[in-house]
């Protein structure tokens, strides 16, 4: 085992500082209100925190690439519609299966993430205008899909049944809700594939210096259109398990997500300059978001005051993580000695 | 051995006395006591790391002492923030060129100190004509209407002389030039030179920071040797010859010959037939053809304008050539990406490594291992220990001093980052290796292991193209050179044959200013 000096058990603490508030909220709440640590709440919390891991999870490839996705939200809203229009009215009048609702639905949202990315890399638009524009697109096309009303009666009814969707949303696998299973999976390989693949190294070596990166042959568009493409289709599953939570698909579903999920990333570490971050992290930065609304609701906090209570949290995050690189930097110097002290040992 | 200094008639109008700097536990300057003279050119040499840096970011007050003082004209001086040290009359061009290339000339040397009338408005008259006053004192006069082009449109060396009139508009007394010339082509260093008599001639202190030893003995007066944040050695003209130098900057006598080998004449490995290319719409590279053999190594001398790095960019499939074929190995390129340049055998290092080789959040080894990944993929997951065996292999033959791998690479020191440079290339399997300023800002001994390093590539078939402005190091690593001016190659010299005269002026074209 490697013994650590001051500098080193200084830096983990930081590094684990995304952790240590969530147990600190998570000890917080459990002593506040009796009620915050039943099967019952965690079991509503886990979803709602599900929701928002699976956006942020799809958003950490595009900020560590540099680049940002304003348009989740309203790609999670077009989703939902599309697979509530298809069962509610159909492919040219005839009814439609299930699987194929759910894969058109995410066929669409891939579409937006081309869109994006095509934008972006191929025409030169910022990523900001470009997923702007595709914000409103997409939210006016889920409006156009049913002249802003709700498609009702996703459980299925005689004329249009829909076998097996709402169990996206509310089923249970060994006592754990569906869309747990869901993240949990999404989250393992999107985290392999951060760490463990070419394309994962490529991703931080785009947002760490571009022209570096395409000097050294990687294909920097096709990566980019990649991630732009993996979270719409993130934010598409989104839109599909909002609709079967709640039976019904609404045209306004998803409206300001996009806001949480990159709150969730920012406080998960990951830098909106690109480069540096993890999908851990983005994890972690929901669980956050999703314990401090859900803990606040419970304590019968106003609703005005957690919004505010949001923001404060998230502005910390950030300036706790400039303060943690300027100590990082400084502490550089101690870190290289016991580094090679430890070589020496070693040898 | 002691060296002694004597006095000769320039007045010491700084003193650094016991300037010790540490950050967090370690000491980047030890006592050092360092004296400025006034109508003097005083040189300041160390290798990357001696703590030069840190010694002028004291005097510019950018950053403030552990301990130790700073007197000008004997009275002691306490600096809080750059601005104090600016308005006391000290001035810093630093070596990554602080130019605002958004603003035009006037807006950049007035910016920050912005001349005003009725105490708000921008009185641009003013500027224009004291920034006029100022370019012509160095030698560079101006059309106003020139004073309206944003700088980015200027090259490297007329933005250099833009910050020096900055600083000369706010008449500056002393004032630090860190590496000025390591951008800057051989004429537009010798502009340089001619304004720094100038500003001898007017009294300002000149603090000189360079590692190109010609040019420290063609200019400097007084020499500080600086090692492991000590002074190990102070002279001055006349009593300061090369070897001196050399020999306290590295501690010891540093061997700059490197072994030599006549490369069989073999057949080509990279032929390039009538290539041309444009920058920003204007050509500059015009129907070049030459050949590269195995294991041969071209130098292509030429001045920054001259097209050597658009040549190298067309080559490595960075840029669209608007005619040329490329053949490498018999078979002709693609030149569409630098995917496919890499998959032809072809790699490039870049000139600048901090804006393209480096990518300062990943380790040493992510950084070397950059551009080979699917080497070390089994069924789409990276072998790490694939990829460090391969890395560490590569990082010995390159002789990156790194205690471990996996520490950021920006803890590197210069020489050592470019070393990483050099190792992804490698670790993609060039046949033909393209060298953009090899050692830009590398430190004499690292120059030496680069030097050592490529000529053993040679030596094991691999065919090597760089440019370079520094004649020393074009004569030192090439078998055969070619010198090129305004976009073509207008002569080729085997290494035998070469002169550094007939190479100078056969690469130096008149001096051209401006846009």
Redesign the interface.
């Given at each position: 085992m490697r013994k650590m000096n001051w500098a080193d058990v200084v830096v983990l603490l930081l590094k684990l500082r995304a952790v240590l508030v969530l147990l600190a909220l998570l000890i917080m709440f459990s002593l506040l209100t009796p009620s915050f640590l039943t099967a019952n709440n965690l079991s509503i919390l886990a979803k709602h925190v599900a929701i928002s891991a699976l956006l942020a999870v799809g958003m950490t490839f595009v900020v560590l690439a540099g680049g940002i996705d304003l348009s989740v939200g309203s790609v999670a809203g077009l989703s939902g519609m599309v697979a509530g229009g298809l069962f509610t009215i159909g492919l040219h009048g005839h009814p439609v299966g299930t699987l194929t609702a759910v894969v058109v639905a995410l066929l669409v949202s891939c579409t937006v993430g081309l869109l994006n990315g095509t934008m972006i890399t191929r025409l030169g638009v910022a990523p900001f205008i470009a997923t702007l524009g595709t914000l409103y697109i997409a939210r006016g096309t889920a409006l156009l899909l049913s002249h802003g009303a709700t498609f009702p009666n996703l459980a299925g009814t005689a004329a249009h049944p829909t076998p097996g969707f709402i169990s996206i949303g509310q089923s249970f696998l060994l006592g754990i809700p569906t869309p747990v299973w869901m993240i949990a999976v999404i989250a393992a390989l999107a985290a392999?594939v951060a760490r463990?693949?070419?394309f994962g190294?490529?991703v931080?070596?785009i947002?760490?210096?571009e022209?570096?990166?395409?000097?050294?042959?990687?294909?920097v568009e096709q990566v980019k259109i990649l991630t732009y493409v993996f979270s719409s289709l993130c934010a598409g599953l989104v839109g599909l398990i909002v609709a079967a939570q709640l039976e019904a698909a609404h045209p306004a579903t998803g409206e300001t997500f996009e806001l949480n999920a990159i709150a969730a990333v920012v406080l998960g570490g990951t830098s909106l300059m690109g480069?540096?971050g993890s999908i851990s992290g983005s994890l972690i930065g929901a669980c956050v978001i999703g314990v401090l609304a859900d803990g606040l609701v419970m304590m019968g906090v106003s609703e005005f005051w957690q919004i505010v209570i949001k923001g404060v949290v998230i502005v910390l995050a950030v300036t706790v993580d400039q303060l943690q690189m300027r100590v990082h930097a400084?502490?550089?110097?101690?870190l290289?000695?016991s580094?090679?002290s430890q070589?020496k040992v070693s040898t | 051995m002691k060296d002694i200094v004597q006095d000769s008639g320039h007045p010491v109008v700084l003193e650094a006395l016991g300037m010790t700097k540490q950050?967090?536990?370690?000491l980047a300057l030890k006592d050092v006591t360092f004296r400025v003279r006034g109508g003097a050119v005083n040189v300041l040499i160390g290798e990357n790391g001696a703590g030069k840096s840190t010694l002028m970011r004291l005097l510019a007050g950018i950053e403030k002492a552990t301990s130790g003082h700073i007197l000008m004209d004997g009275l002691p001086l306490d600096f809080r923030s750059p601005r104090d040290a600016a308005t006391a009359g000290i001035a810093i061009v630093h070596q990554e060129l602080a130019v605002l290339g958004n603003l035009d000339i006037a807006e950049n040397i007035f910016a920050g100190r912005e001349l005003v009338r009725a105490g708000m408005f921008v009185d641009r008259d003013a500027e224009e004509q004291r920034s006029g006053v100022a370019l012509k004192s160095i030698g560079m006069p101006m059309e106003p209407r020139a004073m309206e082009f944003p700088t980015e449109n200027l090259s490297l060396g007329c933005r250099q002389l833009v910050e020096l009139a900055r600083s000369l508009a706010h008449k500056a007394r002393i004032l630090i030039l860190d590496e000025p010339t390591s951008a800057l082509s051989t004429t537009e260093a010798e502009v340089l030179f001619r304004v720094i008599e100038e500003l001898k001639s007017r009294g300002v202190a000149i603090i000189y920071i360079s590692h190109r030893l010609h040019e420290l003995m063609y200019l400097g007066d007084y020499f500080t040797v600086l090692r492991d944040g000590r002074v190990v050695g102070e002279g001055m003209r006349g009593s300061v010859d090369r070897a001196w130098i050399v020999e306290r900057m590295s501690g010891r006598a540093v061997d700059a010959t490197i072994a030599r080998h006549v490369p069989a004449a073999t057949e080509a490995v990279l032929q390039v037939a009538g290539l041309s290319a444009r920058q920003s719409g204007r050509p500059a590279v015009h129907d070049v053809s030459f050949s590269v053999c195995k294991g041969e190594v071209v130098g292509i001398y030429g001045l920054l304008g001259s097209g050597r790095t658009e040549l190298l960019e067309a080559l490595?499939g960075?840029r669209q050539p608007d005619a040329g074929v490329v053949t490498v190995r018999g078979k002709q390129m693609l030149l569409q990406?630098?995917?496919d340049?890499?998959?032809a055998g072809i790699?490039?290092t870049?000139e600048d490594r901090q804006?393209?080789?480096?990518?300062?959040?990943?380790s040493i080894l992510?950084n070397i291992s950059?551009?080979a990944?699917?080497g070390f993929?089994h069924y789409?997951?990276?072998s790490r220990g694939d990829e460090t065996a391969a890395v560490k292999q590569v990082a010995a033959q390159m002789q990156i001093s790194a205690?471990?791998l996996d520490?950021p690479v920006t803890?590197l020191s210069g020489g050592n980052q470019q070393k990483v440079v050099l190792a992804?290339c490698l670790m993609?399997r060039p046949v033909v290796l393209l060298l953009d300023e090899p050692t830009r800002g590398v430190d004499v001994r690292a120059k030496a292991d680069i030097y050592r390093a490529l000529r053993a590539l040679a030596v094991n078939g691999l065919s090597i193209l760089f440019t370079s402005s520094e004649i020393e190091e074009t004569r030192l690593l090439a078998d055969r050179v070619l010198a090129m001016a305004r976009g073509s190659i207008v002569a080729e010299f085997p290494a035998g044959e070469l002169t550094d005269e007939a190479l100078f002026a056969a690469a130096s074209p008149p001096l051209e200013f401006g846009a």
């Open positions: 392999l463990r693949t070419p190294r490529h931080y070596a947002g760490g210096n022209r570096a990166a395409r000097l050294s042959g990687i294909r480069g540096r400084r502490l550089m110097p101690a290289l000695r580094r090679s070589e | 950050y967090g536990g370690q490595a960075l990406s630098v995917t340049a890499i998959r790699t490039l870049p804006r393209d080789g480096l990518v300062p959040d990943l992510e950059l551009a990944l699917a993929s789409g997951l990276l205690t471990d520490l803890t992804r993609s």
